[in-house]
DNA sequence: GCCAACGTTGGC
DNA sequence: GCCAACGTTGGC
């Protein structure tokens, strides 16, 4: 199983929003980066666990856990000329763009800020906490991974 | 709202 | 295939 780290602005959608949703669960569209949507596509499996990081926010961090719960399929905003996410370009005989669907996994007793990860020598080398990272979607180490939990407070993995 | 860093676009 | 210009991201 692999680890991921999934951005989303929470004034666009929340963690607590993805509580709310129907199963929980949320299709992760709108993603229009390459290399996001090659982590998506080549890496990410049913199962697997994201910490659901709130970007642009009035204090950056991770909210909480969440699980991959349907592999890659095609993105239908792509062809919808309506969506902000539209890409004329795409052609639906070979979709350009793909999602997957994300579920609620647990809840982090403690938010783990943006700035207590820089703080702390065990998260050394995050992509997350590189200058300039723009990726929306990106792998996580398991060590990492079981520290930020810690973090959050959370004892044992869902 | 500022601005550094980055990815994409398009002219050549 | 280079690279300047442009748009976007995201912390501050």
Redesign the pocket.
Known sequence: MRHWLL?S?PDVFSFDDLKKRPKKTEPWNGV????ARNFMRDGMEVGDLGLF?H???AV?GIAGLVRISRTAYPDPTQFDPSSEYHDP?SDPEAPRWLMVDVTWAADFPSYVS??AM?QDPALEGML?L???????ITPVEASHFEHICQLGGLNALP
């Open positions: 951005k602005e229009r980066n390459y290399q990081y970007s642009n926010a950056p370009k943006l700035d820089k997350i590189r200058r300039g990272n723009r990726l929306s």
